[in-house]
């Protein structure tokens, strides 16, 4: 089984709809992220949190929000989607113990496209 | 100018070659080099991980940051069919985890 699954896989939506995207993790991992990955742009960070309490604003936050309803899971929401926020997002934890080396475990992403 | 900057390939290579795959970046504070494996409709995985200068051997995989020159390098021996994925380089300058992500790197191996 996944240790960080998001869902959907995939949506399609419309100009002006909301959308939650949603990250669930059975690590354990204090500390969650999403980001989106663009072709040319490669991965932008999002959101973090570092725990439940803790939410921060990452490089490419206007236009998204987020919700950190447990430990365990992390929501990206699109108020009003355009179609420039057609992208592949992902979700990644990290355990948070070591500052300095803190993998992120990625999820299998989420295929957004915003018509 | 991006932070971070690597060559979008795509890289072909035979089965059995070395592989090359490299990454520029401007900033100086970086200090945490990190090699992700991304194969297709998959999030990215960390291979490797190196801090400050030096080379770090993993397998087929060696990874080498240049601080100097600001470049690092993942060198992939006897590559394999099953390599054929994108690579992406990341790096930090510590302190808290937020990481910068080059664009990555296209490999293809062909049996």
């Known amino acids: 089984d996944a240790d960080v699954t998001q869902t959907p896989r995939n949506r399609i939506t419309k100009t002006g709809k909301r959308i939650m995207l949603e990250c669930s993790q059975t690590k354990g991992h204090d500390r969650m992220y999403w980001y989106r990955q663009d072709p040319g742009l490669g991965l932008r960070l999002i959101y973090y949190?570092?725990?439940?309490?803790?939410?921060n604003k990452g490089e490419i936050s206007d236009g998204y929000s987020v919700s950190r309803q447990a430990q365990a899971k992390f929501s990206l929401s699109l108020e009003s989607a355009i179609p420039n926020q057609t992208a592949l997002y992902f979700c990644?934890?990290?355990?948070?113990?070591?500052?300095?080396?803190?993998?992120?475990?990625f999820g299998p992403g989420t295929r957004l496209t915003v018509l | 100018q991006k932070e971070v900057e690597q060559d979008p390939g795509p890289l072909s290579v035979p089965e059995g070659a070395i592989v090359s795959l490299n990454c520029t970046y401007s900033?100086?504070?970086?200090?945490?080099f990190m090699w992700y494996r991304q194969y297709s409709r998959k999030g990215p995985e960390l291979l490797m991980y190196?801090?400050?200068?030096g080379n770090k051997e993993d397998g087929r995989f060696t990874a080498q940051v240049d601080k100097s020159s600001k470049y690092i390098s993942l060198f992939i021996r006897d590559s394999q069919p099953s390599d054929s994925a994108t690579y992406l380089c990341a790096m930090s300058a510590g302190g808290f985890q937020k990481l910068v992500f080059g664009t990555g790197t296209r490999l293809l191996v062909s049996p």
């Open positions: 949190s570092f725990d439940v309490k803790d939410i």
């Open positions: 990644a934890t990290s355990v948070g113990a070591d500052r300095y080396t803190d993998t992120q475990y």
């Open positions: 190196t801090y400050s200068s």
């Open positions: 900033n100086s504070a970086f200090q945490y």
